[in-house]
């Protein structure tokens, strides 16, 4: 058992006169960009969420979400190139500027968005913890919105299954199946891993974040960035076990593409770059619970 690709353009729709294709990819950004805008100037206008006084002023957002964008598309860009094709863009400098050929790493946007936030709270002189509150509570929206467009692309798709909700995806690398016993009429049904990471970066840990802001954790500031980044971590973590390695690093003795080999397994690039993530997030979830409440 296994379910077709649907037959979803990776065009959401083309520009008339110009001919000009807009991605479902790009529409994803715009969606989360805005729906995380116009939440954190909700935010901001709710003084009692924060213990009486909101970290900045709400007509700052919009400056704020500049510095976002660019932290966004550069990190993203550069810690791809930088985590996971180093070879190919040092063989091809140009290459970097092409994002339009695809190549964005989620760790290398949020370290983007974490300098972007800093140099805004520095310039500021706003609370960087309780900034990056604000951005961890609306994060959430972008990763549901991104996954699903992974979803759609296709791309990051999972390693081979025959449990019954695996998905044909309609590319010649995802059909190959080298020997899978799974097999469906000779193709390869495959996790659906990006929908896995939707439903839980996007969908639980949106909840879960969201619950703890109702519930006053807001007024103790990086407790809510800490459980963020912890629970971020654990969910990509997770979804690693069942996600196809990045086949760059794929070497003889390592066919699956393991960024770090551990016998016959290993640890793909998102977990260990997820480590990290981890442990700088409990550290904040342990500072914000043993600190004053505002």
Not at 62 to 70: P, Q
Not at 82 to 108: C, K, N, Q, S
Not at 120 to 141: E, K, N, Q, T
Request: hydrophobic share 50%.
């Amino acid at each position: 058992m296994a379910i077709p690709f649907p037959e979803i353009s990776p065009d959401a729709f083309v520009i008339p006169g110009l001919g000009l294709p807009i991605r479902w990819y790009a529409l994803a950004y715009i969606a989360g960009l805005l729906a995380g805008w116009r939440l954190v100037v909700a935010l901001m206008r709710r003084p009692k969420l924060w213990g009486g006084t909101a970290p900045m002023p709400a007509e700052r957002v919009e400056d704020l979400l500049t510095a976002v964008i660019l932290g966004v598309i550069l990190g993203g860009r550069l810690g791809y190139v930088l985590f996971y094709d180093p070879a190919t863009y040092l063989a091809d400098p140009l290459a970097v500027i092409r994002v339009w050929e695809g190549g964005m790493a989620f760790h290398g946007g949020f370290l983007g968005v974490v300098v972007a936030g800093l140099w805004f709270c520095w310039r500021g002189r706003y609370p960087a913890l309780s900034v990056g509150d604000a951005f961890a509570l609306v994060a959430p929206i972008g990763l549901f919105f991104g996954r699903i467009a992974n979803f759609i692309k296709p791309e990051l798709w999972g390693r081979p299954t025959d449990l019954p909700w695996g998905v044909i995806f309609p590319t010649e690398a995802a059909q190959i199946c080298h020997g899978w016993a799974g097999q469906v009429d000779g193709l390869c049904a495959r996790h659906p891993s990006q929908l896995y990471e939707a439903g839980l970066e996007g969908g639980v840990l949106g909840l879960i974040l969201w619950t703890l802001a109702a519930r006053g954790a807001l007024r103790r500031p990086g407790l809510v960035m800490g459980v963020f980044l912890a629970g971020y971590g654990v969910a990509r973590a997770l979804v690693e076990l069942v996600r196809q390695p990045d086949l760059q690093f794929a070497a003889p003795g390592n066919p699956l593409g393991y960024a770090l080999q551990l016998g016959e397994a290993g640890l793909t690039m998102g977990q260990i770059l997820s480590i990290p993530m981890i442990l700088v997030g409990l550290f904040f979830v342990l500072r914000g619970l043993s600190g004053r409440r505002a």
